[in-house]
């Protein structure tokens, strides 16, 4: 959820064997969006300086140059031809959909891949998932079945 989209897709990127499928609510996938605050977002500005420092950045420059976002490892995600799962909230003005899922989305079926987005409308970031989470549950088991 949220940050864990970070996480999640480069792990998967780099390990697609060991995946199955993936579940993502409100993902971030862009750093420049969350926490950096560079589109609609106001970001978090703690967070971003703690991303700097983590990277060993210096100047803002250097910093937007960042290229290991999950929308940078598209061709490896869709490579790894495991199916995605995305639920966004439409009003999410934390991780706003048309800079993150939107655009994650479109590359990735641009290059053949296998991605599903819920859209809940008017809801912002909170709450994650959904009020039934049968369709979350179904996709999981459909992509474990499938890859037996």
């Known amino acids: 959820m949220s940050r864990g989209g970070l996480y999640s897709y480069n792990w998967a990127a780099r ?7 993936v579940y ?17 977002s ?4 703690g967070d971003w300086e703690k991303f700097k ?18 929308l940078d490892q ?9 199916p995605m799962l ?7 003005d934390v991780v706003p959909v048309d800079e993150n899922t939107a655009l994650f989305e479109q590359k990735i079926k641009a290059l053949g891949g296998t991605i599903t987005v819920i859209h ?10 959904l009020a039934n989470p049968e369709p979350i549950v179904d996709f999981i088991l459909t992509a474990v079945k499938s890859k037996r």
Do not use: M, Q
Request: with cysteine; aromatic share 6%; charged share 25%.
């Open 15 to 21: 390990n697609p064997d060991k995946v199955v499928c």
């Open 24 to 40: 993502a609510d409100a993902p971030v996938l862009d750093v420049r969006s969350w926490p950096g605050g560079k589109g609609k």
């Open 42 to 45: 106001n970001g978090s500005p």
């Open 53 to 70: 420092k983590d990277y060993g950045y210096t100047t803002e420059e250097e910093t937007l140059s960042f290229k290991n976002n999950p």
């Open 74 to 82: 598209v061709a490896a995600l869709v490579n790894g031809k495991f």
């Open 86 to 92: 995305h639920v966004v909230g439409d009003a999410d």
């Open 120 to 129: 809940k409308p008017g809801i912002g970031h909170h709450p994650h998932s």
